[in-house]
């Protein structure tokens, strides 16, 4: 399995749910640990850098288990199918600084993206 370690980095061998409530603090911290002794033994799969600006927010489509999108804090889109770089496509340019991506999904089909930028405004994009 692979899973966006950061937001540059996928890494290989690691399975772990990254969403859900942390019912105490207990629970939290050995779910810490687990990570940190999984880290450990994962290896660095695939890297690449789209933006001078660091990155804000990485979303999965649900249509491709290659494919995702990256948000720029400079509000640069980029979608990125790691198994085919031709399929790899700069989907929106941003406004520069104070445009940042403040989050982002991709609707169930994975054919629209929605962004929602600095500026308060959500907008939808075709990704197909």
Same mark, same amino acid.
């Given at each position: 399995k692979q899973i966006t370690l950061s937001t540059n980095f996928i890494c290989t061998? #690691?399975?772990l749910s990254c969403s859900g409530r942390h019912d105490s603090k207990l629970n939290r911290k050995r779910? $810490?640990? #687990?990570?940190? $002794?999984?880290l450990r033994d994962s290896t660095l799969f695939k890297c690449c850098r789209f933006? $001078?600006?660091? +990155? $804000?927010?990485v979303v999965w489509s649900p249509a491709s288990r290659t494919c #995702?999108? +990256?948000g720029s804090?400079?509000?640069? +889109?980029m979608l990125w199918d790691y198994a085919n770089a031709a399929r790899s496509a700069? #989907? +929106?340019h941003?406004?520069?600084k104070g445009g940042a991506i403040?989050?982002?999904r991709f609707a169930s089909d994975g054919g629209t993206l929605y962004a929602v930028g600095h500026d308060g405004h959500c907008r939808a994009h075709d990704v197909e």
């Open positions: 061998g #690691l399975m779910e $810490e640990s #687990l990570l940190i $002794e999984q933006f $001078e600006r660091r +990155v $804000e927010r #995702l999108a +990256v804090h400079g509000g640069d +889109v700069h #989907l +929106v941003g406004c520069g403040n989050d982002m």
